[in-house]
Each structure stands twice: as structure tokens, then as C-alpha cells.
């Protein structure tokens, strides 16, 4: 992760089962993250981690992304877009 400005998307996360990161259940995004969220407790990191998860410096650190200024490529967004139509 470089240091300076951190990039974020434009989105608010909560915690659900579905995925977010193609092939990469969001489940192990988020445990990926883990390390990164400073926290005292369980509920306070269950709070935060939705947040971290949409900052693309960290999902690139932990392999949910290739690079800090892409999210998800068109082809993951058509098929998200699909599902949730279906």
C-alpha cells in the first residue's frame, strides 16, 4: 500500500453472505482485511469492515482487486446486475 491519500468508492457496505469481489467471497475479503482495522472489540471490527471494504487501497492489499484505482471490471458489474434482475 503507498502512502498518501487513500482512494474510496463511492458506496456504504453492510454485511451480507452474497459476494462482492467475483471469484472472492466476501467473507474472505473481509478476514483479509481484519488485520488492517484497528478495533477493541468483535463488533466494533463487524462495524468497521464493511468501511475498509470499500477503499480500494486495502482491497488491493489483500488480492479482492489488481489495482488501487479499479474495483471490479464491466464484466463483474454486468453479471452482478444480471443476478440481482434474476
Known sequence: MRKGALLRLPLMLWSFEE???GDLPAADVLRRLEPYVSDDNAEQLLWAL????TMTDFLAAVGATRDRREAVTDSEVDAAVKA???
Open 50 to 53: 464493511p468501511f475498509y471494504a
Open 84 to 86: 440481482l434482475a434474476s
Open 19 to 21: 459476494g462482492l469481489y
